[in-house]
């Protein structure tokens, strides 16, 4: 018979890479929940306009295809979507109002929980800077280059 302490648990996996793969799975669940949360925010009209900037550069690059520093670059590549993104997110977080954050972070439980998803014009305006920004490097490159 199974312990009744175990009941209800969910079982752990067993190996170091499982255990790595469930983590990252409720990170990106964490991700997407505040990526919803802070796009409901966008449309308080409490959250100050601050917020707003900070939220639509969060937003614009958690949705844009094209990444500042591409993924196949070694290191870097992922660096952003370690680091730079959850810092856009806490930081545009804690410039919203605390009632409307929590507000805001339960209804994105509904919508996610319903399905939902949300899409802005931002991704196509941030692919499309990140896009001139390393055609603008590359410009640069190869004029040094040339000479």
Known sequence: MSDPREAGRASKPATGLGRLAAKLKRRA?????????LFLAFKDPETPRRA???????IAYATSPIDLIPDFIPALGQLDDLIILPALIALALRMIP????????????KRLEAGDRFSTGA??????VFVAVWLAVIVWVVSRFVR
């Not at 669940?29 to 949360?37: C, G, I, N, T, V």
Request: proline share 3%; net charge positive; with cysteine.
């Open 29 to 37: 669940s964490k991700l997407k929940r505040q990526l919803w949360a």
């Open 52 to 58: 707003k900037a900070v939220i639509i550069i969060a």
């Open 98 to 109: 605390p009632e409307v954050a929590s507000r805001c972070r339960r209804e994105a439980w």
């Open 123 to 128: 991704s196509a305006a941030a692919s499309a």
